[in-house]
């Protein structure tokens, strides 16, 4: 129960940091807990529904939402980088925040690069990068037993061409639930 208090707690607080105005946040009690938060906007009547994974009415759960940064599971990076983008932080952070409500799941961070580099070279890169992503998620709370990290190198590519958007593609950490 508390965990659905605190999953409800989180959606309001993205929701309202969105900055919409015209957005009145309801949520929904049931027999046996909350089953959904949904936002309905006042100018066109549209209802966008965000369920959790037990949720029989949208069908949806957070992992699968595209309105939810959870959405989002792959994180590219410049070249010859493993920083991570100011544009992932916040996904990062959504999905370590997940890992902290459900401790029970486990992820595992791929990491890859781009042809370019030695074999070798490519294999630590891609392990830093997925090194990276775990080290930013672990600050928000999640048990590092629930974070694995692997590299892949460019043993994988997404992309089979040679040139810059192709190996731009290949640069990436895949967030696998």
């Given at each position: 129960m508390i965990n659905?208090i605190?999953y409800?707690?989180?959606?309001?607080?993205?929701?309202?940091a969105c900055?919409?105005?015209?957005?009145k946040?309801?949520?929904d009690?049931v027999?046996?807990?909350?089953?959904?938060?949904?936002?309905?906007?006042s100018?066109?009547g549209?209802t966008?529904?965000?369920?959790?994974?037990?949720?029989?009415?949208?069908?949806?759960?957070?992992l699968?939402?595209?309105a939810?940064?959870?959405?989002?599971?792959?994180?590219?990076f410049?070249y010859d980088s493993?920083?991570?983008?100011p544009?992932?932080r916040?996904?990062l952070?959504?999905?370590?925040?997940?890992?902290?409500?459900?401790?029970?799941i486990?992820?595992?961070?791929?990491?890859?690069?781009d042809?370019?580099?030695?074999r070798?070279?490519?294999?630590?890169?891609?392990e830093?990068?997925?090194?990276s992503?775990?080290q930013r998620?672990?600050?928000f709370?999640?048990?590092?037993?629930?974070i694995r990290?692997?590299?892949?190198?460019?043993?994988?590519?997404?992309?089979?061409g040679h040139?810059?958007?192709?190996w731009?593609q290949?640069?990436?950490?895949?967030?696998l639930?």
């Amino acid at each position: 129960m508390i965990n659905r208090i605190i999953y409800i707690l989180t959606i309001t607080v993205m929701l309202s940091a969105c900055g919409t105005s015209n957005v009145k946040e309801d949520a929904d009690v049931v027999e046996g807990g909350v089953s959904s938060s949904a936002s309905q906007s006042s100018d066109t009547g549209n209802t966008t529904s965000f369920g959790t994974n037990s949720d029989s009415r949208s069908g949806l759960s957070l992992l699968d939402d595209p309105a939810s940064p959870l959405s989002v599971r792959i994180l590219y990076f410049d070249y010859d980088s493993s920083d991570i983008l100011p544009a992932y932080r916040e996904v990062l952070e959504a999905h370590a925040n997940y890992l902290v409500q459900n401790p029970t799941i486990t992820i595992s961070l791929e990491g890859h690069a781009d042809e370019r580099g030695s074999r070798e070279y490519n294999l630590a890169l891609g392990e830093k990068r997925s090194q990276s992503a775990k080290q930013r998620m672990l600050v928000f709370g999640p048990g590092s037993s629930q974070i694995r990290s692997t590299s892949y190198g460019e043993e994988r590519p997404v992309v089979d061409g040679h040139d810059d958007e192709s190996w731009s593609q290949n640069r990436r950490v895949e967030i696998l639930y």
